[in-house]
């Protein structure tokens, strides 16, 4: 099946832990991007990559790293978590190395930063 | 903000009722896409148009678009109450790679 996964699904943490979330995409797609979503906020980008060591920088970036080495992985890196982190988190592909294709959307990943 | 507004924030219809949810935004862009959401679940894509269309169909969908009052809504016919979800519009601008989001328009439908 055609999908976009993440991990985990859930995560409670405390300030300053460092985290991985990853993002894995069976359909070959060129790009990938993160997105966080808050109440009131809509679903802001934070980073995304065209292709495999391509990446760059979206709406905020700030206190988040990301890596492409392969091209169906893009995880997400908090560093040193802080609770202004604490957000909805998703994950989306699309086929073509552009933002304007329709996006394909992993099911989310709930943070907890304490 | 690049973000646009959409309009209304919250709506609540009978089943069988038509929604329409507008979308706003400032700048100029290459396409619009409309996505739903499922309460706490990932977005699904709806409809792309893009900046030389005017209109678009997929089944109880109508998308419309006018570039010159740089606004788009989204009608869903004789709703159901599987539609309910919240509905996003978001679009790329010329040049860019990044898809802009608005904040959504949370749509219930009453049996």
């Known amino acids: 099946e055609a999908q976009v996964t993440q991990n985990p699904r859930y995560l409670i943490t405390v300030t300053g832990k460092k985290l991985t979330v990853t993002c894995s995409q069976n359909m070959n797609h060129e790009y990938m991007s993160w997105y966080r979503q808050d109440p009131g906020l809509g679903l802001r980008q934070i980073y995304y990559?065209?292709?495999?060591?391509?990446?760059d920088k979206g709406d905020v970036p700030e206190g988040y790293k990301v890596s492409r080495k392969e091209k169906r992985n893009f995880p997400l890196i908090l560093e040193s978590p802080s609770p202004n982190q604490t957000s909805l988190y998703f994950c989306?592909?699309?086929?073509?190395?552009?933002?304007?294709?329709?996006?394909?959307f992993g099911p989310g990943t709930r943070l907890l930063v304490l | 903000s690049q973000q646009g507004e959409e309009d209304p924030q919250a709506l609540s219809i009978q089943e069988g009722e038509n929604a329409t949810m507008n979308c706003s935004y400032k700048t100029s862009i290459n396409n619009l896409q409309w996505y739903r959401q499922n309460s706490g679940r990932g977005l699904v894509h709806l409809i792309l148009?893009?900046?030389?269309?005017r209109e678009k169909h997929s089944g109880r969908l109508r998308v419309t678009l006018d570039t010159s009052k740089k606004s788009s809504s989204l009608l869903i016919t004789a709703s159901r109450a599987a539609d309910t979800a919240s509905y996003f519009c978001?679009?790329?601008?010329?040049?860019?790679?990044?898809?802009?989001f608005g904040q959504g328009t949370r749509l219930t439908i009453n049996p």
């Open positions: 989306a592909s699309s086929l073509g190395a552009r933002a304007r294709e329709t996006q394909y």
């Open positions: 990559s065209m292709n495999v060591e391509v990446t």
């Open positions: 148009i893009r900046s030389n269309e």
């Open positions: 978001a679009r790329t601008l010329p040049g860019a790679q990044k898809l802009v």
